[in-house]
């Protein structure tokens, strides 16, 4: 009785007072967009970034733009960073961070020509195979291209 009467209470409130509690009481995320780019020889495309600390080595990717889809959004970044057009995209897995609240939407992904650097972010694009990644690529993502990139034995290309 009373979960009804606070439902119909909340129905009758005006929609920017719901929407503002909805903001107030709900964690915001930012939402990227990573590609796992797998060339015939089934090795993977990683970026040495100016801006991220360590060794700036890590698979490619950005934000999500506001009324972007997320394939969409990774295809716009590879062109952006290094040139490259994608084909093949599929979903491999999301994840989320806690510290920034992120969730990151990763892509498996088929190069459709070369990977130079066209932005200021990006120092160098570089292909490696899954036994010879770069000292200093971040644990979670070593992790993340072993786990998508092999079945234990044999390479998936």
Not at 112 to 132: N, T, Y
Request: glycine share 8%.
């Amino acid at each position: 009785m009373l979960k009804d009467l606070i439902g119909g209470i909340w129905r009758h409130v005006p929609r920017s007072l719901r929407r503002l509690t909805m903001r107030v009481t709900h964690a915001r995320f930012t939402v990227t967009a990573a590609a796992i780019v797998v060339d015939t020889q089934g090795r993977v495309l990683l970026l040495k970034h100016r801006f991220r600390p360590g060794t700036g080595w890590g698979i490619p990717g950005g934000f999500i733009d506001a009324g972007e889809q997320p394939d969409e959004a990774v295809k716009r970044e590879l062109r952006e960073e290094v040139g490259l057009e994608l084909a093949g995209v599929e979903v491999v897995t999301t994840r989320t961070f806690e510290k920034p609240r992120q969730i990151e939407i990763v892509f498996r992904c088929r190069p459709a020509g070369d990977a130079s650097p066209q932005s200021i972010e990006i120092r160098k694009a570089s292909w490696f195979a899954i036994d010879s990644l770069p000292e200093g690529l971040p644990a979670d993502q070593r992790q993340l291209l072993t786990d998508t990139l092999t079945d234990g034995v044999k390479l998936v290309v």
